[in-house]
């Protein structure tokens, strides 16, 4: 009775504890098996892994005589310009046809006339005291002479005085004499002037009077300008004022135009450079000048024609130069050394729109890679376009043992 008694007590304990234990028994098998499974799985055949290089073109590193360029800008203008005035008053009383703007003309033309009657009648008064004056000093001096002959009579012994010679009477009478011939040419130099000639050979800007109108002495008749010489000041950057040329006299300067659609180009010669730096602009200036015969010949060119400008600086002997797309960031290029690519910082002493002048960072006979290449790492894997890939391939019996 009491053995039946414990058997039922111990039913219920043992129930219990299969339903606790069961799951970490399942739990226990199921991670037995799956581990046999990986690691009875075959085991895959290993292929040798190849890295495939980027293909790219180069260039070679060499050095050479290089002319240097400097690019700037400016506006043409005249030489000498300025206004062509009447230096007397009075009545325009005839125009040249050539007091047009935009006509040309030559030292000496008649460009304008003034009326000239009341300076005829000056001259011909002054010269009516030219003769009073002639007269009256002909007279003193026939009187001294007269005064000379009698004092001698009266004082042989004595010295005469100045004044009973009559020398200052004589003085006078030529000063007066001096003044009537400067009178006359001042009445006749103001006679020349109601015509109003060409001071040099140039062209007309701008009429500024006309027939009929009544001008003042140093007013303007017209704004004109010397075509004898043309000149465009161009600035600098003082990073390449060292390699502007000496000034010899036959340094060379391109002149672009550009008109929209096509461009004009002249050649100028470096004339000068100023004395002073621009307070503004902190630059150095230099002009060029034009031989003014070019307006008559090409009508494109005008005073006040914005140009480019292409300067002939220094010539380097011996220089690295290579061409400025190939540099990135103004101061990183890309090399191939053997096989990989090599990133470089360089040091530019002159950089123009297509090529630059390397100071240091390059050596002659080092390749430039001049593919544009993208998010390529420092020393990837390079092929130079045409030449056969010399990566090493295993061998036919290593590639069969390795899949056994």
Not at 56 to 66: A, L, N, R
Not at 181 to 208: C, D, F, M, Q, S
Not at 319 to 334: G, H, T
Not at 377 to 388: M, S, T
Request: aromatic share 6%; proline share 5%; net charge positive.
């Amino acid at each position: 009775m009491s053995a039946i008694k414990l058997n039922e007590q111990i039913m219920p304990i043992n129930k219990s504890l299969v339903v606790k234990i069961a799951p970490l028994v399942i739990l226990v098998v199921a991670i037995s098996i799956i581990a046999y499974m990986f690691l009875s799985q075959p085991e895959p055949r290993k292929r040798p892994r190849f890295e495939r290089p980027v293909v790219v073109e180069t260039m070679d590193v060499s050095q050479q005589d290089f002319q240097v360029f400097i690019e700037s800008y400016g506006s043409i203008e005249a030489k000498t310009s300025g206004n062509l005035v009447s230096q007397v008053s009075g009545i325009v009383v005839n125009v040249s046809p050539q007091l047009e703007s935009g006509r040309s003309f030559s030292k000496g033309d008649v460009l304008a006339k003034i009326d000239d009657k009341d300076y005829q009648i000056e001259t011909t008064i002054a010269q009516a005291e030219l003769a009073n004056a002639q007269l009256a000093l002909e007279q003193e001096k026939a009187l001294a002479e007269q005064a000379k002959r009698d004092w001698s009579k009266i004082n042989p012994t004595k010295q005469a005085s100045d004044l009973v010679l009559r020398k200052p009477q004589v003085a006078s009478a030529q000063a007066k004499l001096d003044a009537a011939n400067a009178r006359l040419a001042k009445a006749r130099l103001a006679l020349t002037r109601t015509t109003i000639v060409a001071p040099y050979n140039g062209k007309v800007i701008e009429k500024v009077a006309d027939l009929g109108q009544l001008v003042s002495p140093n007013a303007p008749i017209a704004k004109i300008l010397s075509s004898s010489s043309l000149e465009v000041r161009l600035p600098v950057p003082a990073n390449k004022v060292q390699f502007l040329p000496a000034f010899k006299g036959d340094e060379k300067v391109e002149l672009v135009a550009d008109f929209g659609g096509f461009t004009q180009s002249w050649l100028a010669e470096l004339d000068r450079a100023d004395s002073v730096i621009d307070q503004t602009s902190r630059q150095w200036f230099v002009t060029a000048k034009i031989d003014g015969a070019l307006m008559e010949t090409d009508p494109l060119l005008k005073v006040g024609q914005f140009v480019n400008a292409k300067i002939n600086g220094k010539r380097v002997a011996d220089a690295i130069v290579i061409p400025s797309r190939y540099i990135y960031d103004n101061q990183l290029v890309y090399l191939f050394n053997q096989g990989k690519l090599e990133r470089r910082n360089v040091i530019i002493s002159w950089q123009g729109s297509e090529q630059s002048l390397i100071e240091s960072g390059l050596q002659a006979g080092e390749q430039l890679i001049t593919t544009p290449l993208s998010f390529v790492a420092d020393g990837a894997q390079l092929q130079i376009k045409g030449q056969e890939s010399k990566r090493k391939r295993p061998a036919k019996d290593k590639l069969k043992g390795a899949g056994k």
